[in-house]
């Protein structure tokens, strides 16, 4: 079946600009995760979503960074007030259920000028 | 806190064997994950272990060690595609999946 599809691949903005990045988990998947990686760095957690509620949001570096998940299925990665630091691939897996294996779609390579 | 070390690059030989090293001090533990990422994708899952010992999976072997919170991953009979990174990642406690990557090891496999 399908795996993680993220969108969009690639994203630039300017400084100060609002996005928002869009993860389809895998069908079934009641389990979603954010990351974010910079270039040299493994993942960095951001948040773990179990059917629509946010379980853990403790990764969320400040509140310019939200996340929901309405229907429990695609969720939205959305930044305010981007800053240059916020550059990085934004990541999103998913797993069948909250204690197994997670899969990864391609990321969101997210650039901010 | 987390931490989570291994290597930062190793580079062996097509048909070697190697093995990458991955340590960690976590709050809690349940459970170390192997991912491979090859440049510009996205990680895949390699091999999961939670009890001592060793997993074995095609050319792939993972090891843990609970007691000194250490693990390595083993593979064999390299091949050329195999050059990717290899992250090591904790998951610190049940009820969350949320998981602590290490900065990955950067495997290059020269003919």
């Known amino acids: 079946g399908a795996g993680v599809s993220q969108t969009p691949s690639n994203k630039v903005t300017e400084k100060g600009k609002y996005v928002e990045l869009r993860c389809d988990p895998i069908?079934?998947?009641?389990?979603l995760y954010w990351y974010r990686q910079s270039l040299g760095q493994g993942p960095e957690f951001l948040i773990y979503f179990q059917g629509t509620g946010a379980a853990d949001d403790s990764g969320l570096p400040n509140d310019r960074f939200f996340a929901v998940r309405p229907e429990g299925s695609v969720s939205t990665l959305k930044i305010q007030r981007t800053e240059r630091g916020d550059s990085a691939v934004y990541l999103c897996a998913s797993s069948l259920g909250g204690l197994e294996t997670q899969y990864f779609g391609p990321g969101t390579r997210l650039l901010v000028l | 806190g987390q931490n989570i070390d291994q290597p930062t690059e190793m580079t062996a030989t097509e048909g070697a064997i190697v093995q990458i090293n991955c340590t960690y001090q976590t709050s809690g533990f349940n459970g170390l994950f192997w991912y491979q990422q090859h440049a510009g994708e996205a990680p895949t899952f390699l091999s999961y272990n939670v009890l001592d010992g060793l997993e074995e999976k095609g050319r792939f072997s993972s090891f843990l060690s609970r007691s000194k919170g250490y693990s390595y991953l083993l593979l064999k009979e390299l091949q050329m595609k195999d050059s990717a990174s290899y992250l090591c990642a904790v998951r610190d406690r049940g009820g969350a999946n949320n998981l602590f990557f290490g900065t990955g090891t950067r495997l290059t496999v020269i003919p």
């Open positions: 069908s079934g998947h009641t389990a």
